[in-house]
């Protein structure tokens, strides 16, 4: 199959959408389009025929309880539709995603309903469409359309969907702001995450090499500009015409360029990699010899004054993809790392300390660094597990596509285990063991913890000096991993100032945590009380049960018009008057009371907080449509004194 990618690696698109009707979108007209079928949207009045488009699969996935009506695509979007009245409303939300090429077509369906599960269960319907256009090759391009609704279902509703948006569904396509939980787009980062997630499960079911990323290239710290986007509208045209334009004459430009640098990448990954089973003679007892040539070669390019000192049968590997970097490992399991006219060696200390001193006094090197072995962790309970010194090549593969789903790049796979270059570190990954090369900095030791709470249930035994074991207690912390001291098995005590700040952090931490269930708590509370001004009775319920004396407040302080204006207040403007309301709110309560023990032998009244402010309410439904204000900026709840 005809692809610009490297072999290891698959395409992957993760595009979030809205529809909005003030951009004149259609949910109904959508759903027809992807899903090649003929639908009438019922509010406008106007039939969308799509049938003559091709769609290999569409189907819609609802929550268990689900009305019929739910399965049947034109009711469903134009209930969706009718349970949106805004003129600007958003109406549905889509994710289009590719399918990699390498999943099989009857495992499209189970791809789809797994990408969409969490959604489903969030009470989203999901209606997804497949599609498998040409792409500019003509080559399959298969992909899902994911069409979502944004309220739950509520049976009680005209439209059959709840009157308030679906804030378990928002939670997961929205961050940061008003919405909380983290920067804005932390929330759709995550998806993007999830769903790579389960492209790689379907990839490894199927037994491909590849596997995809949702990291940017620049993420990955590869030096790549991203293709300029290709719709399926500029491909037909250009196919129509015979020829493209220049956009796609750019696209096929980058491809072919990439294509190109991939097949020189693979010769060079094959003369370079060392299989041991090579290293053996063949049934002649003739030993092969053109890998040895190879790195004798590499060598003069690379050191073309030390080159003849150095035996190339004595060396395991070259790696020199990286331009600025040369690696080298010994057979004796050492290694050397030249870049920026500095020499680093780590492992166990043999040949390529030797090499090292030869090219530093060549002139390739101004400093020698010895990154030595200064701590280790390893999988709880592990004590009596011997740790083997040679690792098999699919046990390290997996191992370093663990740390690529981590965001880690700078990997090499190795006999004696899996490295990752972490800055100054070095870590060894050798399964159930992970020893740390050069010093233990912040973000080595993140990386470890990350480890164990991913692979190793969450508990370590941790080897090295005490403040080595303490930051990495510290971190473990953070992490919610427990720690043991390899030398006893028993939990690891760290030192007094280290747990004092540890006790600070987590006060601290507490404290954050506080203060911001006090922001949420506020703008709920200003969020109900202007659905409870503009009519909605649940709202007022969940009001009076949280906060009597705002009840009070709109119950009896306010009048129709005022509820009114109240209803249209920004956010930012009514939370500052909530303890002056909720004042308010308690003295007419006091009020109340005092009355009704002045007048205890007269009958009391029947009218509630509840009652009062539904009548209210009712007002000012009754009138709300046909009146206006005199004054432009009409009646304002008085602030309070």
């Known amino acids: 199959m005809k692809t610009s990618l490297p072999d290891d690696t698959a395409l992957y698109h993760a595009q979030a959408k809205v529809f909005q009707r003030s951009a004149g979108r259609s949910a109904v007209a959508a759903a027809a389009y992807r899903s090649a079928s003929k639908l009438v949207d019922d509010r406008i009045g106007q039939e969308f025929d799509y049938t003559k488009k091709h769609a290999v699969a569409a189907f819609i996935v609802a929550p268990v309880g689900s009305p019929t009506w739910a ?32 999943i099989p077509a009857d495992r499209w369906e189970d791809f789809a309903r797994d990408v969409a599960q969490p959604w489903v269960e969030a009470g989203a319907i999901v209606d997804i469409a497949i599609h498998c256009p040409p792409d500019v090759n003509g080559e399959p391009q298969p992909h899902l359309h994911i069409m979502l609704s ?24 929205e961050s940061g702001g008003r919405h909380g939980g983290g920067s804005k787009a932390d929330a759709l980062k995550v998806e993007r995450e999830r769903i790579a997630t389960v492209m790689n499960s379907y990839l490894e079911k199927t037994d491909s090499p590849r596997r995809v990323s949702h990291l940017s290239n620049s993420a990955r710290g590869l030096d790549q500009e991203p293709e300029p986007s290709i719709g399926e509208g500029r491909k037909k045209a ?22 190109c640098e991939n097949e020189l990448m693979k010769t060079e990954k094959e003369l370079m990699a060392i299989n041991l089973k090579h290293q053996f003679s063949d049934k002649n007892g003739i030993k092969p010899r053109h890998q040895q040539d190879y790195k004798s070669t590499l060598l003069n390019r690379r050191f073309p004054d030390a080159a003849g000192q150095i035996d190339p049968q004595k060396l395991y590997m070259i790696d020199v993809k990286d331009p600025r970097i040369t690696r080298v490992q010994c057979r004796d399991g050492g290694w050397l790392e030249v870049e920026n006219r500095q ?7 043999g040949y390529a300390d030797e090499i090292a001193k030869k090219l530093e006094s060549a002139g390739y090197a101004d400093h020698i660094e010895r990154l030595e072995e200064s701590a280790r962790i390893g999988k709880n309970g592990r004590r009596q597990q011997h740790i083997p010194n040679t690792m098999p090549d699919a046990q390290a593969e997996t191992i370093a596509d663990r740390w690529r789903s981590r965001g880690y790049t700078d990997i090499q796979e190795s006999p004696d285990g899996v490295y990752v270059r972490i800055g100054q570190s070095r870590i060894q990954d050798l399964g159930d063991e992970v020893r740390l090369h050069g010093k233990p900095t912040e973000a080595a030791l993140r990386a470890m913890v990350a480890k164990a709470s991913d692979e190793w249930g969450s508990e370590i ?9 303490d930051s990495l207690w510290l971190e473990a912390q953070r992490q919610g991993v427990k720690v043991f001291d390899s030398t006893n098995g028993e939990p690891y005590a760290p030192s007094p100032e280290i747990l ?8 601290q931490m507490q404290g954050n945590q506080t203060q911001i269930e006090g922001i949420r708590q506020v703008k709920k509370l200003t969020s109900l009380m202007k659905n409870a001004a503009s009519g909605d009775k649940d709202s007022l319920a969940e009001l009076q049960k949280r906060d009597a004396h705002l009840t009070a407040f709109l119950a009896q302080h306010l009048d129709a018009d005022q509820l009114k204006l109240l209803a249209q207040e920004k956010d930012s403007d009514l939370e500052p008057q909530l303890d002056g309301m909720r004042e308010l709110g308690r003295e007419i309560l006091e009020d109340d009371q005092q009355q009704q023990q002045a007048q205890a032998t007269k009958p009391t009244s029947t009218s509630t907080p509840n009652s009062a402010v539904e009548d209210a309410l009712l007002e000012q439904e009754d009138t709300a449509e046909f009146t206006e204000c005199e004054d432009p900026d009409g009646p304002k709840p008085r602030s309070p004194q």
Do not use: H
């Not at 035994?461 to 074991?469: A, Y």
């Open 71 to 102: 399965q049947d695509r034109e009711q469903l979007w134009n209930r969706v539709e009718l349970a949106e009245y805004k003129k600007n409303s958003v109406v549905a939300r889509e994710w289009e995603i590719s399918i990699p090429r390498d």
């Open 238 to 259: 250009s196919r129509n015409r015979g020829k493209g334009d220049r956009r796609t004459a750019v696209v096929s430009t980058m491809r072919i360029a990439k294509a």
């Open 461 to 469: 035994e941790i080897t090295g000096s005490k403040s080595f074991k």
């Open 343 to 349: 020499i680093r060696t780590y492992g166990p200390q």
């Open 150 to 173: 944004l309220r739950k279902l509520d049976a009680s509703t005209d439209s059959g969907f709840s009157k308030k948006k679906n804030d378990d569904l928002t939670r997961l396509f």
């Open 500 to 507: 004092a700040r540890w006790q600070s952090d987590l006060a």
